[in-house]
């Protein structure tokens, strides 16, 4: 839900008294339902919104209401924007959006005003999920900045390669995060990149108007990247699993860019079909699962397979297969949580 668009209902209702959810919705450009989603959002952050029922009716905000919206920083207007979006502590605004929504709830019944409070003491979002966390961009601020007043940014940057990493002026076109990863979309000498802001060792925004096309299609353009930078799937392999295990191996194989699976059998086991960028990192996750999963073809993946064992075997020369320990045993074999 963006928190822009809440703002702007507060402040349609402020300035015509009553609109109705039809009045509010064509003006905002979204549906009905929508609006009436945004209603119980602002009653439950302790905005005192009024619904009046029938032909003449509509929304209106409680008499004396007046939110604090003239007090917000620009860092807290910043933080709202986003809110929804990114999460706030990943680009340092977790401190501004809890002050920007106190501002918000204003003058409230106490039943209302606590609202927020109790929200945000008992739900919480990570992007991150069980395992990492989100990456700090130092120097996010400033590229930002360059980003948004349309300004040339000087960058020092370290590469996959840090032999490369040296200084760079580029043109900002955007920003984006994927995968709780935040990257800058500029043009490097006509020629547009992507650059992961955790590899900014410094920047500085420079006193040049930005060479960004005025027709430019950002999504587009992310798309275009990535597509460059992982080509689609070409390979594909056939293979067996116990059932139990079936999403547990999706999505190891998804962290190696796997493409969608085909179910050929659900049996016991689950005989699928999925295609793959290249065999040897595949051959990898499979090996770590051992007998969870069993591979069927394509002839070449069943050689690397037993390749692959062979060469772990003659790795430990000292072992037997009489102490190694019994398949599922070790750290990995627990729950992450309940």
């Known amino acids: 839900m963006r928190a822009d668009r809440l703002l702007q209902i507060v402040g349609l209702l402020r300035q015509h008294g009553q609109l ?3 009045e ?6 979204v549906t009905p339902r929508t609006v009436l989603r945004d209603m119980e959002a602002l009653s439950t952050a302790g905005v005192p919104v009024v619904a009046e029922r029938g032909r003449q009716g509509g929304f209106s905000l409680l008499p004396g209401y007046r939110p604090a919206v003239e007090e917000l920083t620009a860092t807290e207007v910043q933080a709202l924007l986003l809110a929804g ?33 109790r929200i945000s003491d008992r739900v919480l979002v990570d992007a991150s999920g069980w395992w990492g966390s989100p990456e700090q961009a130092e120097h996010f ?20 390669d840090p032999t490369g990493t040296g200084l760079r002026t580029v043109d900002p076109y955007g920003l984006l995060q994927a995968a709780g990863v935040w990257y800058l979309i500029a043009a490097h000498r006509g020629r547009p ?21 005025p027709d430019l299609d950002l999504r587009a353009l ?4 990535r597509a460059e930078f992982a080509p689609p ?4 392999i056939r293979l067996a699993c116990d059932p139990a295990r079936y999403e547990l191996v999706l ?3 998804s962290g190696q860019g796997a493409g969608r699976p085909r179910v050929l059998d659900e049996g016991p086991p689950v005989v699928f079909e999925i295609e793959v960028h290249v065999l040897r990192p595949t051959v990898g996750v499979l090996a770590g699962l051992g007998s969870t999963v069993r591979a069927l073809a394509p002839p070449e993946l069943l050689e690397l397979m037993v390749v692959v064992a062979r060469d772990l075997l003659s790795a430990y020369p000292e072992l037997t297969l009489a102490t190694a320990p019994p398949t599922g045993s070790g750290s990995g074999s627990g729950s992450a949580g309940g």
């Open 24 to 29: 509010l919705a064509r003006r905002l450009e």
């Open 222 to 225: 992310w798309s275009r990247l």
């Open 20 to 22: 109705s959810a039809t």
């Open 233 to 236: 799937p070409s390979l594909t």
């Open 251 to 253: 999505m190891l194989l």
């Open 85 to 117: 979006r990114v999460p706030a502590d990943s680009v340092g605004l977790a401190g501004p959006l809890a002050s920007a929504l106190r501002k918000l709830g204003g003058w409230a019944a106490p039943e209302h005003g606590r609202s927020a409070d």
């Open 193 to 213: 990149r992507s650059y992961r802001l955790t590899r900014v060792l410094a920047a500085t925004v420079l006193d040049e108007p930005s060479r960004r096309p």
């Open 141 to 160: 601020a400033t590229v930002q900045r360059a980003v948004l007043t349309d300004r040339r940014l000087r960058l020092t940057y370290r590469p996959r």
